[in-house]
């Protein structure tokens, strides 16, 4: 074991000039244990990572902390913040991981002091993550920092063809003010538009997608995001390309009305990210409140799922707010369950939101 000493340990921030030696060692790591990336892995992503450490440090959007022995990096800790204003408190710690030879040695636990501190000096609230179930030593570091557990998701991840089980566990930094959000449960408008189409949008209808966005979000508290924070145009043209060549499906719904085609409803599934985590398919869906109980968020979601058993996907998942009574029922109606409840997780308009994973065995699944 190589020798070290605490005067020697430096934990700093990750900076842009960093990162293929950073990329290295996660590829070291991910050599010399089964529960972060699949070996190879992270030659699938180091492609703009400088770039990308560089966009985090302006933005403040997310953290890679370092720890190093002599200069040599023996560990790591990647976080990342909510997108919305609603969940900037929130802190989402994504990618950890120390060379074997110094595992056991407090690197761990000084990379979580780090983050902790640097969350703190945001004035966040939460700091979550998620572990393998069978990852004990990984559990113990957490739990002795002040994480508790709030679900577990079952087949999380395949290693060597055997599923396992993830622990979400999170830490409260500081309680939020305000009360809870009551549960909302708006009366369907029942607006029947006729002939509805459902299909992928084109770039160049980005508007579409713009002012449907904005109008849901004017409808109902059900969701986090403020309407200013809808991208623009040529933004949203952007997103829409580069989701084409994603392995993803988005659907739109759609009717004709006298000023032209307009956009009533959005859904959207895409397989989980990391190659171990494939069989997972997240999705959304939402739709416009006065065409709810007409079925057509029941054919968007049928259109869903049926992509998602097309690419053998084994489960699905997607998270809903506490207070949206509606929407829990209808996932429920569709055989998924809670996996995870986190209270007290978001603030909009001055109250507190909770958030709900929710997940579902797809029935066949191997």
């Known amino acids: ?129 998620r572990v393998d179930e069978v990852n004990a030593r990984g559990q113990a570091l957490y739990r002795k920092r002040g994480f508790i557990t709030e679900g577990r998701i079952a087949d999380a991840v395949f290693l060597e063809g055997e599923p396992h089980a993830h622990h979400w566990m999170a830490k409260t930094l500081r309680p939020l003010d305000g009360a809870d959000w009551p549960a909302v449960d708006p009366t369907p408008g029942r607006i029947d538009p006729g002939g509805v189409t459902l299909r992928a949008l084109r770039p160049e209808e980005a508007r579409l997608l713009c002012r449907w966005e904005r109008r849901l979000l004017a409808e109902t508290p059900l969701f986090l995001k403020d309407a200013a924070e809808v991208l623009a145009e040529d933004a949203m043209a952007k997103l829409l390309a580069e989701e084409q060549k994603q392995d993803r499906l988005v659907l739109a719904a759609l009717t004709r009305g006298a000023d032209g085609e307009a956009m009533i ?82 603030l909009k308009g001055g109250r507190v939101v909770g958030r709900i994973r929710l997940g579902k065995r797809l029935p066949g699944a191997a």
Not at 304 to 331: K, P, T
């Open 1 to 129: 074991m190589p020798e070290s000493n605490a005067e020697r340990l430096l934990i700093r921030e990750t900076l842009p000039e960093d990162a293929a030696a950073l990329m290295e060692t996660i590829g070291r790591i991910d050599e010399e244990t089964e529960f972060l990336g699949k070996p190879g892995e992270y030659r699938r992503w180091r492609e703009g990572f400088a770039e990308r450490l560089a966009q985090m440090r302006a933005k403040q959007s997310g953290i890679y902390f370092l720890a190093l022995d002599g200069g040599e990096i023996i560990g790591f800790l990647g976080a990342f913040r909510g997108a919305l204003q609603a969940m900037r408190g929130v802190l989402y710690i994504a990618h950890v991981g120390v060379r074997r030879a110094w595992r056991g040695r407090g690197v761990g636990t000084r990379l979580f002091v780090a983050i902790e501190d640097w969350a703190r000096a945001q004035d966040m609230w939460r700091l979550e993550l």
């Open 265 to 346: 409803g959005y859904g959207a599934i895409w397989k989980e990210p990391g190659l171990r985590m494939q069989h997972d398919c997240f999705f959304t869906l939402s739709l416009l409140q006065p065409y709810w109980g007409v079925g057509i968020g029941r054919a968007l979601w049928e259109g869903l799922e049926s992509w998602a058993r097309d690419q053998g996907a084994r489960r699905l998942s997607s998270i809903l707010y506490a207070h949206n009574a509606r929407g829990l029922r209808f996932a429920a109606a569709q055989g998924f369950a809670i996996d995870v409840a986190s209270p007290r997780f978001a």
